[in-house]
């Protein structure tokens, strides 16, 4: 059973990359955010800063994991070619679920997005890794769907729709203040099928 400390620091850290920024953020201010009574508690759990964003990348994977369960695997075992739609719902949702976490909430995919922002090597190809089975297999399914479409460009949107997603999630309280009034719904049920049309429009392409 992980420690309380530990995951305290994992929760503190997390939202403060997320909101300041990787570099920003120092071992002793995560320290105190977690109420830890050891000054050296990062230290003790993590060994350092580049430990603690690997813990945190794999938490957060694990989420997205356990929230995709088996919808990829499913889709594969069709005899019919999946639609993109489909193909699309079971790679990203997660990532909207994640957003939606009780416990995370939307400093997760901030902090993804920060990531991406202020690349750091080791953490990349960590991200990169843990990721690989399941873009190679969204990547399978939409050639499956889409024939036509040629594998550099499938793999390119791929790219841009992953990279969409954590913006737009991101920041969607930018959508409060808009030329057309506040365009936010507060419900994911809502708000995921018109992004997802967006996606599947620009994938089908």
Not at 54 to 75: F, K, N, P, T
Not at 159 to 167: A, R
Request: proline fraction near 5%.
């Amino acid at each position: 059973m992980p420690s309380p400390t530990r995951q305290q620091l994992l929760l503190a850290a997390l939202k403060l990359f997320a909101e300041n920024g990787i570099h920003a953020v120092s071992l002793r201010s995560i320290n105190q955010a977690a109420g830890a009574r050891n000054s050296g508690a990062v230290h003790y759990h993590f060994d350092s800063k580049l430990g603690l964003l690997s813990a945190l990348v794999d938490d957060l994977m694990q989420r997205i994991v356990q929230y995709r369960g088996d919808a990829l695997e499913r889709l594969s075992a069709r005899h019919t070619p999946p639609t993109v739609e489909d193909c699309l719902d079971a790679f990203f949702r997660p990532l909207w679920l994640l957003h939606f976490d009780p416990e995370v909430g939307n400093v997760a995919t901030k902090f993804f997005l920060q990531l991406h922002i202020t690349p750091i090597p080791e953490i990349q190809r960590q991200m990169a890794e843990r990721g690989q089975v399941s873009w190679q297999q969204v990547e399978a399914l939409l050639l499956r769907a889409l024939p036509h479409k040629r594998r550099a460009q499938l793999r390119l949107h791929i790219g841009m729709g992953w990279i969409s997603v954590l913006n737009g999630l991101a920041a969607l309280d930018l959508m409060a203040v808009t030329p057309l009034g506040d365009m936010r719904t507060g419900s994911l049920e809502e708000m995921m099928p018109a992004f997802m049309a967006y996606l599947v429009a620009g994938i089908s392409a």
